[in-house]
Each structure stands twice: as structure tokens, then as C-alpha cells.
């Protein structure tokens, strides 16, 4: 990745907020089909 993300702080924020999305989203689609 270039730009701003290309950091290690701003790449493992981003990595953080996507992983947490990912998984709120797994566990809306566990509880949906449980």
C-alpha cells in the first residue's frame, strides 16, 4: 500500500478497524443463521 496507510501506525489502525468490522459482522451473521 502507498500513501498515508503505507505506516506502520496508520497500516495497524486500519488493520485493527477492518479485523473488528470483520468480526462484528461473522458474530451478526452466526446469530442470524443460529
Do not use: D, E
Given at each position: 500500500m502507498k500513501?498515508?496507510?503505507s505506516?506502520?501506525?496508520g497500516g495497524q489502525s486500519v488493520l485493527?478497524?477492518?479485523?473488528?468490522k470483520t468480526v462484528?459482522?461473522?458474530r451478526l451473521v452466526l446469530s442470524a443463521t443460529l
Amino acid at each position: 500500500m502507498k500513501g498515508p496507510a503505507s505506516n506502520s501506525r496508520g497500516g495497524q489502525s486500519v488493520l485493527v478497524y477492518v479485523w473488528a468490522k470483520t468480526v462484528h459482522f461473522s458474530r451478526l451473521v452466526l446469530s442470524a443463521t443460529l
